[in-house]
């Protein structure tokens, strides 16, 4: 307990699922969190039941993203962590995806880590310090199930991202990682995805059980935290094992 007291941290994509994990881990920890998030009748009542500031953010536009930076900094001055962990996750054969459907996976999932950098970073930059945490996957940079190509190039290119900003934000005391989780249980997975999809990905697991989100929470901690100083422009895989089986025997 306490590890991050005197932080303040913007975790966006937060009403529900891993992000309002990430945020009771970080608000635990004696952080001053600003919670971010597109649905704002869900997102200001989980602020409010974990402690957190709401902000009303699609993390697809700038104007959203830029007002989440400056609500924080104008309400606790200072900003030492961005975790830009909103997704979406339809499932679609490639030719079947429509071009819209598109454009809005990547805009999400891929601008708004961008855009969480781009107007984290001058603040950041001022401070000489602070931690970008992106939420990638294991879909894209590791391994990839069907139905996924808009959502496995988006993770894909968030790490990408993560090393790019990373190599530009280090002269000033700025870490830049990511997390890939495994299949976590949410209740995004759990309308999105069929009882059958869970438990064949169940079945899949070393560990035997999906992830929990406290369990990528906790490794978000880790990489905002000051033990992660010399950590960046990398990603912490939480899978219980699932990336590990060479073969289905
Ligand atoms: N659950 C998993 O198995 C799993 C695995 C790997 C990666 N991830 C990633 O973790 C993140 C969270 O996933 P989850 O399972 O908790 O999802 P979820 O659907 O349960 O929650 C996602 C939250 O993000 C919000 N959101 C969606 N679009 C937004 C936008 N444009 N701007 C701001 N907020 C927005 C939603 O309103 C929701 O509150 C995503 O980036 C997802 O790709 C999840």
Known sequence: MGRLVGKVAIVTGAARG?????VERLVEEGAAVVLGDARADLGAATAARLGAVFCACDVAREADVAGIVALTVERF???????????????HDVEDIPVEEWDRVLAVNLRGCFLAAKHA????????GGRLVFTSSITGP?????????????????????RAVALEAAPFGI??????????????????RSPEYIAAMQ?????????SVRDVANAVLFLVSD?????????????????LPESRA
């Open 227 to 243: 033990e992660a100083g010399y950590v960046t422009g990398t990603t912490i895989v939480v899978d219980g094992g699932q990336i």
């Open 175 to 192: 870490t830049v990682n990511g997390v890939e989780p495994g299949n976590i249980m949410t209740e995004g997975v759990q309308t999105e």
């Open 121 to 128: 970073l001058p603040i950041m930059k001022r401070q000489r």
């Open 203 to 211: 079945a899949s697991i070393p560990m035997g059980r999906l992830g």
């Open 77 to 91: 001055g200072q900003l030492d962590a961005f975790v830009q962990n909103a997704g979406i996750f339809p499932m």
């Open 142 to 162: 590791r391994v990839v199930p069907p139905q996924h190509a808009h959502y496995a190039a988006s993770k894909a290119g968030i790490n990408g991202l993560i």
């Open 18 to 22: 891993i992000g309002a994990g990430i």
